[in-house]
């Protein structure tokens, strides 16, 4: 938010009367967006600093807990047939989407695998970004008094980084890791194909109970509400999360049955589970947004892993 009030300088009573007549025109203060810039630069270049100072035993210790850690995170998904899309509720007939996209729903069939139990946070991803090297991820819309761009919280990057991270701990493990794909996810978020549309403990939205309350538009630390019977964490809202897949309205016309994967190319990227900006119909498991601008990084996507494997062992 901008400081609407203006900044007033103080001068020394002045010495001669041609002063007051002919005053030395004074230095303008910097408005309320070069400020934000220059804080932003200034805590770049500390965090630069504090980076310079940690030795690579020191990293590499850190990366080696990171490790252990994100393999006790995962949770195995036994692989199955399930009616992937929008299906009818039961009692009213009616599709839980506006959305064509979203339909029809087809039967697609997943080998077993893994996916992350958390939303990868900002903590894990900055370890990753200081062991390789890689300049650390600032919104442009970042402010100073936004506390979510701290280690506790989801990390909000572009859809490559999502995906680079993944794969980074393909060298680290020899697992196959990966995003997951967009079956994979709606399977996990649905635990295993059940027939819900909220990826909640009850698959309903219970503002304040089973997500965060209305009118909220901040986030929350990943794992702040209850997760749902396969024991996965804000897969509906908190916030959206990048997926492997390539978007194509009419896929569901067409999806193989086997292991999709999404078109081959294309020129979006999709996201799914709503977030903590949109409305809690936006979190519902069938929802697709798709999105030409996944090159950049929001406050609002995030991502996890899958391990596109049964076993925890290379």
Not at 127 to 138: H, K
Not at 304 to 309: E, G, L, P, T, V
């Amino acid at each position: 938010m901008q400081n609407k009030h203006h900044f007033r300088r103080h001068t020394k009573a002045p010495q001669l009367a041609i002063d007051q007549l002919n005053p030395e025109p004074q230095p303008a203060w910097p408005d309320v967006h070069t400020l934000r810039r220059l804080f932003i630069l200034g805590l770049v270049v500390a965090l630069i600093a504090l980076a310079g100072c940690r030795t690579e035993a020191d990293i590499q210790k850190d990366v080696d807990a990171l490790v252990r850690k994100t393999l006790d995170n995962m949770v195995f998904v036994e692989g199955g047939s399930f009616m992937m899309g929008d299906f009818r509720d039961p009692e009213s007939g009616l599709y839980h989407t506006w959305g064509a996209d979203s339909k029809p729903a087809h039967k697609v069939t997943l080998d077993s695998y893994h996916i992350g139990k958390y939303e990868v946070t900002w903590g894990e991803f900055d370890l990753y970004t200081e062991a390789n090297g890689i300049p650390r991820v600032l919104w442009e819309d970042w402010t100073y008094d936004e506390v979510w761009r701290t280690p506790p919280y989801a990390a909000g990057v572009n859809w490559q980084g999502a995906r680079d991270y993944c794969l980074w701990l393909v060298k680290l493990t020899g697992l196959p890791f990966d995003l997951p794909t967009e079956a994979q996810w709606e399977y996990a978020a649905r635990s295993r194909g059940q027939l819900v549309p909220f990826a909640t403990d009850n698959g309903k939205m219970e503002p304040g109970r089973n997500y965060y309350p209305a009118q909220t538009a901040t986030p929350y630390p990943p794992g702040s509400w209850p997760p749902n019977p396969l024991g996965l964490y804000d897969m509906s809202g908190n916030q959206n999360e990048w997926v492997l897949d390539w978007y194509d309205e009419h896929y569901y016309s067409h999806s193989p049955n086997k292991n999709p994967s999404g078109p081959q190319t294309g020129t979006k990227k999709i996201k799914r589970g709503g977030s903590f900006l949109e409305s809690p119909e936006g979190a519902n498991v069938f929802v697709r947004q798709e999105t030409d601008d996944f090159e950049r990084a929001y406050s609002s996507i995030g991502f996890r892993c899958a391990i596109n494997s049964p076993r925890l062992k290379p």
